[in-house]
């Protein structure tokens, strides 16, 4: 089983940044694929990012290139989403997610994805 716990959500105004990290633990994280996917009220939970188990392989939805980055500290068991450029509609409550994984790519669909955190919440005002 892999718990992972997600900090770092809060208010920030339209343009600003954040950086949100996850914390997992319960298998070795150089084994996970991970992911962050955005859920806004009334949506479905979205992918945002995903990043391959050695961080060499990452992807991104569309409306997020260029803005947020992904990146993970194996040494740390950690991902994080930098999130710049920060806009109105960016608002959600911003889950991680994991699954095992050996072959070294990334993963963009919601039912790739094993285990879930309890998500953080990300307002961003205009």
């Known amino acids: 089983q892999v718990q992972l716990v997600e900090s770092g959500g809060g208010l920030v105004q339209a343009g600003g940044s954040l950086r949100l990290s996850c914390a997992a633990s319960?298998?070795?994280?150089?084994?996970?694929?991970m992911g962050w996917f955005a859920q806004a009220p009334g949506k479905e939970r979205e992918f945002v990012a995903g990043?391959?188990?050695?961080?060499?392989?990452?992807g991104y939805a569309d409306s997020v290139k260029g803005r947020f980055i992904i990146s993970r500290d194996n040494a740390k068991n950690t991902v994080y989403l930098q999130m710049n450029s920060l806009k109105p509609e960016d608002t959600a409550v911003y889950y991680c997610?994991?699954?095992?994984?050996?072959?070294?790519?990334?993963?963009?669909?919601?039912?790739?994805?094993?285990?879930w955190g309890q998500g953080t919440q990300v307002t961003v005002s205009s």
């Open positions: 997610a994991a699954r095992s994984d050996y072959s070294g790519t990334y993963y963009y669909r919601r039912d790739n994805y094993h285990y």
């Open positions: 319960g298998r070795t994280f150089s084994t996970l694929a």
């Open positions: 990043i391959s188990r050695g961080g060499g392989s990452t």
